[in-house]
C-alpha cells in the first residue's frame, strides 16, 4: 500500500493506492490549514478502505517547490510516517506532478509550462516537452520574466493571464496521481527534502543594537 500526499500548494490531497489502482483519496483546498487538514485527510483515506496503518509500505510526498510552512508539513509528516513504520519513503517534484496530471488528461498536446503561486507577486515553474518530461530545474520568477504563448498548467496561468494567456490543465496537484506515477515508476523520485528555492519570510532577529 502506496501513501501519497501534497502540502506544496492551497491543496492538501492526499491518496491510498493499492499497487493496482487508487482505493481512496480526499483532498481539501485551504491554504492557511495544512497542519490541521493534513493527519485527518490520512486518516480519513485509511478509514475508507478499511486499512490499517501498519499495512502502508511505501510513503510519496510532493516536495514543492512551495512555501515554506504548508511544505513543511507535508514532507516532516511523511518523514515521521517512514521512520515509525520503518517503510521507504519517495519524494517527487509536485510541478511535475502536474504536468503528468496534464499529459493524462490530454489538457496539452505540445511543449508546456508549469506555473504555481509563490506569493510576491512570483511563480515556481518548470517547462516540460509534450510528453511531461521536464527541462531543467525548477525556478522562481515573476511571471513578466517568463512570459510565454505555451499552454501553462497549474495555478499561475489563472493569477496572471496577462503573462500566461493559455491556461490549460489542473490549477492544483492530485495525490491520486501522484500515487499513480510513483506506482508506475514514471517520475523521478528525490530525496524527501522541500525544494523552497528561496528563504521563509520568518527569519531569526540579528543582534541588537545597544542603545546609546
Known amino acids: 500500500?502506496?501513501?501519497?500526499?501534497?502540502?506544496?500548494?492551497?491543496?492538501?490531497?492526499?491518496?491510498?493506492?493499492?499497487?493496482?489502482?487508487?482505493?481512496?483519496?480526499?483532498?481539501?483546498?485551504?491554504?492557511?490549514?495544512?497542519?490541521?487538514?493534513?493527519?485527518?485527510?490520512?486518516?480519513?483515506?485509511?478509514?475508507?478502505?478499511?486499512?490499517?496503518?501498519?499495512?502502508?509500505?511505501?510513503?510519496?510526498?510532493?516536495?514543492?517547490?512551495?512555501?515554506?510552512?504548508?511544505?513543511?508539513?507535508?514532507?516532516?509528516?511523511?518523514?515521521?510516517?517512514?521512520?515509525?513504520?520503518?517503510?521507504?519513503?519517495?519524494?517527487?517534484?509536485?510541478?511535475?506532478?502536474?504536468?503528468?496530471?496534464?499529459?493524462?488528461?490530454?489538457?496539452?498536446?505540445?511543449?508546456?509550462?508549469?506555473?504555481?503561486?509563490?506569493?510576491?507577486?512570483e511563480v515556481y515553474w518548470a517547462a516540460y516537452d509534450e510528453r511531461g518530461a521536464r527541462i531543467g530545474d525548477p525556478s522562481v520568477s515573476r511571471p513578466v520574466d517568463i512570459a510565454t504563448d505555451a499552454p501553462v498548467v497549474g495555478s499561475g496561468a489563472v493569477l496572471y493571464p496577462d503573462a500566461f494567456p493559455r491556461a490549460a490543465g489542473p490549477e492544483l496537484p492530485d495525490a491520486r496521481v501522484l500515487a499513480q506515477v510513483v506506482t508506475e515508476e514514471r517520475v523521478e523520485l528525490l530525496d524527501p527534502e522541500p525544494l523552497y528555492l528561496r528563504r521563509p519570510d520568518a527569519a531569526t532577529p540579528g543582534k541588537t543594537k545597544p542603545v546609546s
Not at 492526499?14 to 485527518?40: F, I, M, N, Q, Y
Not at 513543511?72 to 496530471?101: E, F, K, M, N, Y
Request: charged residues 20%.
Open 1 to 121: 500500500m502506496l501513501l501519497a500526499f501534497d502540502t506544496a500548494t492551497p491543496a492538501v490531497t492526499v491518496a491510498l493506492h493499492d499497487g493496482e489502482r487508487v482505493v481512496a483519496s480526499c483532498t481539501k483546498v485551504d491554504a492557511r490549514r495544512h497542519g490541521e487538514l493534513l493527519a485527518p485527510g490520512i486518516t480519513a483515506v485509511l478509514d475508507e478502505a478499511w486499512v490499517p496503518r501498519q499495512d502502508i509500505t511505501a510513503v510519496a510526498v510532493g516536495v514543492g517547490p512551495g512555501p515554506f510552512t504548508g511544505l513543511r508539513v507535508g514532507v516532516v509528516t511523511a518523514r515521521t510516517l517512514a521512520l515509525a513504520l520503518d517503510i521507504p519513503v519517495h519524494g517527487v517534484c509536485s510541478l511535475d506532478v502536474l504536468a503528468a496530471q496534464a499529459v493524462q488528461d490530454g489538457a496539452v498536446d505540445r511543449a508546456f509550462v508549469v506555473a504555481t503561486d509563490a506569493r510576491r507577486k
